[in-house]
């Protein structure tokens, strides 16, 4: 069998910008976290406590946990990857070929799909072909 994939761009775009502001806001996360656990013997739950207690400071009235950030840019993520995902179709073609039958001069001819219009490929006349059986 035979596939074609279908990409949708309006879909891929909008993924690729939700996993860049997921990948913008993690790295914003590890910029801040750096200097105080790259000391760390353990680096991972030198990171994780680092995470769960610190704030970062966006305007000067408002802070944000690092864990709201580090679970925002995770969901941007996902749904980046589920936009990507959702934004291809795939059909898939099956083997089968069609007889077609010239109205005029009675000959057949094999196609790999029925068609509404097509040029008879012995009388050279555009035609309506019809399709007498299918072979598989």
Known sequence: MRQIIRRKPSGQVLGVLLCLVG??????????????????????????SYILTEQISITSFAT????????????FLVLGIV?????????YLSGES????CPYCKNSWRARRAMAWAECPYCRKFIQPQATKKEI
């Open 64 to 75: 944000l946990k690092l864990t709201y950030l580090t679970i925002m840019a995770t969901i």
């Open 23 to 48: 990948l913008g806001i993690l790295l914003v996360v590890f910029w801040k976290a750096w200097p105080s656990v790259s000391a760390s013997s353990n680096f991972l739950s030198a990171l994780g």
């Open 83 to 91: 936009a990507i995902g959702f934004s291809r179709q795939i059909f």
């Open 98 to 101: 069609v007889s077609l039958q």
